[in-house]
């Protein structure tokens, strides 16, 4: 089954607690993103990646790290979180072309007290 | 900032009602993606809309992309339950930065039955 998983699916931390949230794709998709949704702001893209070794930043990036060492992963680093970070985020992958949707992952609620 | 602004922000309907949100852009578009989240779930894929002045249908769905490429709706026909979501547009800027979309900040649509 075509599928962007992502782990964990909830999270609870705390200030300056390094983490990484993974995700992984089987659809052999060149694009990956990591977005974080905030009520009232829609979908706010942190960072994105347009094959192995290739990223750059989206709209948010400030406080994310990021690697694509393999074209399956994508896994999002917090060094050190704060409160502002806590949010809803949703990795997603897609293939360049006509009909370049994006497929999400299920999400991640990390809350940072 | 946001450079896609969607409106409304919500919107509570009657099952029967029509229901349309808009979206607009700052910048000239390259094309435009529409996507359905349903309360607690991912953002899946509706559609993509590519050429100046676009309409496309699916079934009770109308999708227009404006002819400057700077605007987009989405128009529900007699909504139904099954409809209750929040609706986002995604764009991709003109000189397409593969993969960076930019999402507006949705439009929560509740149906009363």
């Known amino acids: 089954e075509a599928q962007v998983t992502q782990n964990p699916r909830y999270l609870i931390t705390v200030t300056g607690k390094k983490l990484t949230v993974t995700c992984s794709q089987n659809m052999n998709h060149e694009y990956m993103s990591w977005y974080r949704q905030d009520p009232g702001l829609g979908l706010r893209q942190i960072y994105y990646?347009?094959?192995?070794?290739?990223?750059d930043k989206g709209d948010v990036p400030e406080g994310y790290k990021v690697s694509r060492k393999e074209k399956r992963n994508f896994p999002l680093i917090l060094e050190s979180p704060s409160p502002n970070q806590t949010s809803l985020y949703f990795c997603a992958s897609s293939s360049p072309g006509q009909f370049d949707e994006q497929y999400f992952g299920p999400g991640t609620r990390l809350t940072v007290t | 900032g946001q450079q896609v602004m969607q409106i409304p922000q919500y919107q509570h309907v009657q099952e029967g009602e029509d229901f349309t949100t808009y979206c607009n852009s700052s910048?000239?578009?390259?094309?435009i993606q529409w996507y359905k989240q349903r309360p607690g779930g991912h953002p899946v894929f509706l559609i993509q809309l590519v050429k100046s002045g676009e309409v496309k249908k699916q079934k009770r769905l109308t999708f227009q992309f404006g002819e400057a490429k700077k605007n987009s709706s989405l128009h529900i026909t007699a909504t139904q339950t099954t409809d209750v979501g929040t609706y986002f547009c995604?764009?991709?800027?003109?000189?397409?930065?593969?993969?960076?979309?930019?999402f507006g900040q949705g439009t929560e649509l509740s149906v009363k039955p």
């Open positions: 995604a764009g991709n800027r003109l000189y397409n930065q593969g993969g960076k979309l930019i």
């Open positions: 990646s347009m094959n192995v070794e290739v990223t």
């Open positions: 910048t000239t578009l390259s094309n």
